[in-house]
């Protein structure tokens, strides 16, 4: 595998441990936070694998997963809008009281799941 490649997919994996310690800690909306670092990092380098370019700057994982070509199923899909949403809101909190509530831990421990099926998913189309 192109090592550029591996240079995204590396700190994915560490964003995605980062993610189920914060989950365990109870930092909820940071662990969706950090579910979306994993994620971005991820698609970036499945971007750069497909299309043989650098990722763009964005944040958007639906733009970068329709730039790559592929369509995952219903529950990736649904996962990565959930993350899609989460990005600002997690990135830039402006009311912590009001994430602390919406990312429960069991809205957390789903997204968590779902984006190591994103994670598998990405991992298997190399």
């Known amino acids: 595998m ?8 590396k700190p994915a994996d560490y964003d995605m441990d980062t993610a189920e310690f914060m ?3 109870g930092r909820h909306f940071y662990a969706v936070f950090m579910c979306h670092l994993a994620a971005e990092k991820a698609l970036k380098g ?3 694998h497909n299309l ?6 964005t944040h958007n994982l ?5 730039k790559t070509g592929l369509r995952p199923d219903a529950r990736k899909s649904r996962v990565t809008a959930m993350l899609n949403e989460a990005n600002i809101a997690t990135r830039h909190p402006d009311d912590i009281d009001r994430l602390q509530s919406k990312y429960t831990q069991g809205i957390a421990s789903e997204i968590l ?6 994670l ?3 991992r298997a189309q190399f």
């Open 52 to 57: 043989r370019e650098t990722p763009p700057k």
């Open 120 to 122: 598998a998913w990405i």
């Open 23 to 25: 989950a365990e800690g």
């Open 113 to 118: 799941a779902g984006t190591k099926e994103i």
């Open 2 to 9: 192109d090592k550029r490649v591996l240079e995204w997919l």
């Open 46 to 48: 499945l971007y750069l």
């Open 62 to 66: 639906v733009y970068l997963l329709n």
